[in-house]
């Protein structure tokens, strides 16, 4: 075909069978390893090393060029900045989503572009139709790796570019395929979390770089029934790491975290895992991205997800006026946390979401 395709390269299994597959299709395949992080390369907890080495292998095997490119500058202005401010202001970003629009699918694709590639492929589980001249955003032939969340604030140009190979595929059928081919990494263990923490205590890792300010942690009622050591490292639902399973004349069902009063530096805090406190009927979001140029059309039926790995949820939108829509569920959903997306599907068609106020 000699049409050139550059292909993420992460050192893991998905991206590896990616690279396999275009290859056995006949493109003209180039490998690209993204580093995007490098405060801590001799950590524990940093695989970097380890990856590029993988990936290099890989390449090897298939008989492709790869290259390593350096974005870290461009991860931090763009994506980890924006993390920092979130937490800071008491949210819960989700730093993967970003990384994807500013990174991924815009650094990596420029980069792609001067590489003489029209067209760029990731190890993502999702598909890209073409429909009447529009590109949409499908979820994966796999439930169960569905990554369409996390690419839902790509837009047509983004779309346009890129291929996702195992999107029709099931993981373990990657696997297989890997196996047969002799991939170096085709057992490998998939990378978990958020790409620049990795394995490492969450809190450890924030405490790095944002101060601890304890606090009362409480009722909505106004009882205190605990200290907290700080709003940023702790998020809505959260039940582990409160320490105040103890606490006297209480009903002896686990603590939840229910909400943040950043001006009084106050945890809300309630105990059982149905208390209404924790649930929501209906939720605002802002930064609101809809992968066709179109919002939605109110009050239809559509799904959407407020959290990665959650079921879809019956839902309609009441309102949607610049960035801001405002989102109606028939059943109200578990913690719902500022900082998250909400995620709007009609059927398998990813249509975009927005960040929950």
Partial sequence: MNK???VGMSGGVDSSVTALLLKQQGYDVVGLFMKNWE???????????QDLIDAVSVADTIGIPIEAVNFSKEYKERVFSYFLREYQAGRTPNPDILCNAEIKFKAFLDHAIALGADTIATGHYA????????FQLLKAADDSKDQSYFLHRLNQKQLSHAMFPLGKLLKSEVRVIAEKHGLSNHAKKDSTGICFIGERPF?????????TQPGKMGTPEGKVVGEHIGLSFYTIGQRQGL???GAKNSSGEPWFV????MVNNRLIVVQGHTHPALLAPQLTALESHWISGTAPTLNHPYAAKTRYRQADAACYLTEVADERCTIKFDEAQWAVTPGQSVVVYDGEVCLGGAVIK
Avoid: A, M, T, W
Avoid at 39 to 49: A, I, M, Q, V
């Fill in 4 to 6: 050139r395709i550059v």
């Fill in 39 to 49: 405060d801590d390369d001799d950590s524990e907890y940093c695989s970097s090393r």
């Fill in 127 to 134: 598909q890209v139709r073409e429909v009447n001249g529009l």
């Fill in 203 to 211: 809190r450890e890792f924030l405490n790095r770089y944002l101060p």
């Fill in 243 to 245: 320490h105040i399973g």
């Fill in 258 to 261: 229910c909400g943040k009063d």
